[in-house]
């Protein structure tokens, strides 16, 4: 029985704490329905898995004349069917096709945010622990609670809730359109084929289009500067070889003594 104080924990743990596709499965739930940590799912799936065990145990039982098993499996298919975890005139075998989700879609927190009461997941969870939300004109704290079929439409905001007034700022707008929690569905990748590329022959330029096109500015004409012819410097004379200088320098010599001698016999003979 246990101590009354301490009472019994409603969910199982799961078997392995470390499973890498497991805890990618858990950490997008916590994210989709804004719960507060994995405890709530576990506590789904305990749920979910005592649904199911009993749905396997009375289809096996099914072929006897025991009227206490068509009893059971009535009761199990109305309280589903009343929980809107199932559809109406459902049967034993879809209660073996349940997943986690269908147990999560049915909280308090959820159904608070689809109605449009709260902006997010987790805004909703915030409104309904702080006292905002009422379920039947009852004001409700449990963002876990599992909402019947008949109390969906008596969820709103708790009479002392100043949320009732319309241009409360943490009130949702009137056009505001709450997006319904789908299951994400991640598309395989295919391998992408590349298409051949067509290269593009250039264009080549005609002789008439060079000549329209304008002649291009020096950046003297640009600021308005006018061109200045300007000189080149002289180069200077080149040094003449050696060789070629003495070639020149013996008729110059030559020409010096026979002007000497010329002007000897002139004197001579003027004397």
Do not use: C
Request: hydrophobic residues 25%.
């Amino acid at each position: 029985m246990g101590k009354p104080k301490f009472s019994r924990k409603k969910y199982e743990t799961p078997s392995h704490p470390w499973q890498e596709d497991r805890i990618k499965e858990e950490n997008e739930l916590i994210r989709k329905y804004g719960l507060k940590n994995k405890r709530e799912i576990w506590k789904a799936e305990t749920s979910l898995r005592k649904y199911r065990g009993q749905a396997r145990e009375l289809l096996a039982k099914i072929g006897s004349d025991d009227p206490q098993i068509k009893k059971e499996s009535d009761q199990l298919l109305m309280y589903l069917e009343r929980m809107t975890i199932l559809k109406p005139k459902a049967t034993l075998d879809d209660v073996l096709a349940l997943n986690t989700e269908s147990v999560l879609s049915r909280r308090l927190q959820t159904l608070t945010y689809l109605k449009g009461l709260a902006g997010t997941p987790n805004q909703a969870r915030q409104l309904i622990v702080h006292g905002h939300i009422a379920v039947n004109k009852r004001k409700n704290t449990v963002p876990g609670y599992l909402v019947e079929k008949d109390e969906e439409d008596e969820i709103a905001y708790t009479t002392a809730s100043p949320l009732n007034d319309i241009l409360h700022p943490v009130r949702p707008r009137a056009d505001f359109k709450s997006i319904p929690i789908k299951k994400e569905e991640k598309p395989e990748e295919s391998p992408k084929e590349e298409a051949p590329t067509k290269e593009v022959p250039k264009e080549e330029e005609s002789p008439k289009a060079e000549s329209d096109k304008p002649a291009e500015k020096t950046p003297k004409e640009e600021a308005g500067e006018p061109e200045t012819n300007e000189e080149k410097p002289e180069e200077p004379p080149k040094e003449e070889a050696p060789a070629e200088k003495k070639k020149k320098e013996q008729p110059a010599k030559e020409t010096d003594r026979e002007e000497k001698t010329e002007n000897e016999d002139k004197s001579k003979g003027g004397k």
